[in-house]
């Protein structure tokens, strides 16, 4: 089992541009999530879904979007890169709400120049 | 709202000496708990979880009891090791909620 994967590991992008980060989980979990840490804000949710087909806005996503066309995939697009958008972007799965726990992938260092 | 405050790191003890990161959390209902640990470089892996008051959740020697009567949910060790150094975050999942809310992390260093 793979678990959570996430390309790339590292990416700079300039003011402007946009990019694709994808995930993928092997698990067969229904709900995925992107979260971003940044230093002394902890992780905060940007976009998740509880199946294909269905997604929803977490507390901050202004400047992505999120598709879920397959129970595996969960990409992330930044529309117009910014600075502001300058963090550590982890993609998550689980089971199912409640008691389970998520199991993150390693993360994409993304810096926006 | 919804949040969970832990203890202000960065934390540094030496081997072998006990560790108690403080958590506690405001939620409403009764939510689940979680503590996270992240090596640097890598994502976040599931530690340990309770889900309803009075559950222990314990794994690699952590351990942490969910007392609702505190709304505290106290990671402890009795002996660190070097490789446990990390940063730890407490999280917590509501019933019904897609969202874990997380700490800001506890950096904890080891010294040999």
């Known amino acids: 089992n793979a678990g959570v994967t996430q390309t790339p590991k590292f990416q700079v992008l300039k003011t402007g541009q946009s990019m694709t980060l994808q995930c993928a989980q092997d698990m067969n979990h229904e709900y995925m999530s992107w979260y971003r840490q940044d230093p002394g804000m902890g992780l905060r949710l940007i976009h998740y879904?509880?199946?294909?087909?269905?997604?929803d806005q977490g507390e901050v996503p202004n400047g992505y979007n999120v598709s879920r066309s397959t129970t595996e995939d969960f990409p992330l697009r930044l529309l117009s890169a910014a600075p502001s958008q300058t963090s550590v972007y982890f993609c998550a799965s689980r089971l199912g709400q409640g008691g389970f726990g998520y199991t993150f992938g390693s993360g994409t260092r993304l810096t926006v120049v | 709202g919804n949040s969970v405050t832990q203890m202000e790191g960065p934390v540094t003890l030496s081997e072998e000496a006990f560790l108690t990161i403080n958590c506690t959390y405001t939620?409403?209902?009764?939510?689940?708990l979680f503590w996270y640990v992240q090596y640097p470089g890598e994502g976040l892996q599931l530690l340990l979880k309770a889900t309803k008051a009075d559950d222990k959740g314990s794994n690699k020697g952590f351990e942490a009891t969910y007392r609702k009567e505190t709304t505290s949910f106290h990671l402890e060790k009795g002996s660190v090791q070097v490789s446990d150094s990390a940063v730890y975050f407490c999280?917590?999942?509501?019933?019904?909620?897609?969202?874990?809310?997380f700490g800001q992390g506890t950096r904890l260093t080891i010294n040999p």
């Open positions: 999280a917590h999942s509501q019933q019904g909620a897609q969202k874990l809310v």
């Open positions: 939620a409403t209902g009764y939510p689940s």
């Open positions: 879904s509880v199946g294909a087909g269905i997604t």
